[in-house]
């Protein structure tokens, strides 16, 4: 099968030039490539066409671009309400209080459900998760979950992937003396649950520098952040990465931006060792290990 690319918006040429020679040289052979390139002039132009519409334009934006690190995410404290709701999940863990996990029931709550979760179980919180049913509680947070919360004697109940319309929800479970951190990535109404802690970036008032993560990225987050109120790295979240990375790629949230680094080294983390559940499903599809890419 043959592609013709179509480019969609008119591009700066000098523009074009500028990122080609940086990323490609005009060191060529007779032939018209590069000696250590296996891309022809013509194929080098494309590439850098394609980025510039991307808005990518030097060579440091297009290395970010192809192999992003994880040194390059955002400090997950630039959240409004992270303070709050780390401290308050930091309390948590050290207190050994009753915590449960409310996630939707699609993959990207499923998987976020299980980042925060398993957080939470290594450090021998007595913790518990919910996910409504789909045809009988539908999306979002509901009173029967709530009402499971008080008969298990929870202290705080945190949100994943949903919540971030429960302004009634929220006021049911402040009355019954629960706690709530909501982590949410859709659209906030006009009124924000009185909660402990919101996370959204997209939140009106959240100046997060990119509100393209999915559910489980923003449950990811709270770990990150819940990791330093503990007095420990950062880094300890990374073994959930592959569990982002199916996140993103089932929710199809924007590939770009942190996503990027969040996907690139998820999948590193399941072409290397994948977990139990997921090795099952690569079985099912017969995947090999080290197979995996966006778009299985």
Request: with cysteine; charged share 25%; glycine share 8%.
């Amino acid at each position: 099968m043959s592609f013709r690319w179509i480019f969609a918006n008119p591009v700066d040429g000098g523009a074009v030039d500028a990122l080609q020679e940086s990323l490609f040289g005009q060191q060529q052979n007779g032939n018209g490539a590069r000696p250590d390139s296996k891309l022809s002039p013509q194929a080098s132009n494309t590439i850098a066409r394609l980025l510039n519409l991307r808005g990518i334009t030097t060579y440091d934006q297009a290395r970010h671009f192809f192999r992003p690190e994880l040194g390059e995410l955002y400090d997950p404290f630039l959240m409004r309400d992270m303070d709050a709701a780390s401290n308050r999940l930091a309390a948590a863990a050290r207190n050994s209080e009753s915590v449960v996990v409310y996630g939707d029931y699609d993959v990207d709550g499923t998987t976020a459900t299980a980042i925060v979760y398993s957080f939470l179980k290594d450090f021998g919180v007595k913790v518990d998760y919910y996910i409504p049913h789909r045809f009988k509680e539908g999306y979002g947070i509901s009173e029967d979950g709530i009402a499971y919360a008080i008969e298990n004697k929870v202290d705080l109940i945190v949100s994943v992937d949903c919540g971030i319309t429960a302004v009634e929800e929220a006021k049911y479970a402040r009355a019954k003396g629960i706690d709530l951190i909501i982590c949410d990535h859709h659209t906030a109404g006009d009124v924000i649950p009185d909660a402990v802690a919101v996370l959204d970036p997209k939140r009106p008032d959240c100046t997060y520098p990119f509100d393209g993560l999915s559910g489980a990225g923003v449950g990811f987050k709270l770990v990150q952040a819940t990791l330093t109120k503990l007095g420990l790295q950062q880094s300890v979240a990374y073994k959930y990465l592959d569990l982002v990375a199916i996140s993103i790629a089932s929710d199809i949230v924007p590939l770009i931006d942190e996503n990027r680094i969040l996907m690139r080294e998820g999948l590193k983390l399941i072409n290397a060792s994948p977990r139990v559940g997921i090795k099952a499903l690569m079985d099912q599809i017969k995947m090999e290990i080290g197979k995996i890419s966006t778009s299985n």
